[in-house]
């Protein structure tokens, strides 16, 4: 996200003048993405119902987890902006009463 975000505001073209090519490094961070889970998953002690059960549970938790955080993202951000739009209509109210 990080990256993303430093790449949509121009971040690499204004401070190493190079705009890098976005699918080398969605598949680069894809990459290295897999193996750190591929590590993860050679320390796990297996139960009984395998590999891919296994793989799918970690899979649940990391997206519930995302989940979790995008809903509390969203939640900031909409009470900032109920805060901002209820701030700019007393404003409003103010200088119509003058």
């Known amino acids: 996200m990080v ?4 790449d949509n ?3 690499f ?3 190493f003048g190079v705009q890098p090519n976005n699918r080398v490094a969605v598949a680069s961070f894809g990459l290295i993405h897999g193996f750190g889970l591929a590590t993860k998953l050679q320390a ?3 139960n009984a119902d395998g590999l891919v059960p296994e793989h799918d549970r970690i899979q649940c938790r990391v997206e ?3 989940l979790i955080a995008l809903a509390v993202m969203l939640a900031i951000i909409l009470q900032v902006a109920a805060d901002r739009r209820a701030s700019s ?3 409003w109210r103010r200088m119509r009463s003058f």
Do not use: C
């Open 3 to 6: 990256y993303k975000a430093f």
């Open 9 to 11: 505001l121009g971040g």
């Open 13 to 15: 073209k204004s401070v």
């Open 44 to 46: 796990l002690r297996l």
């Open 64 to 66: 519930l987890g995302q």
């Open 89 to 91: 209509v007393w404003r």
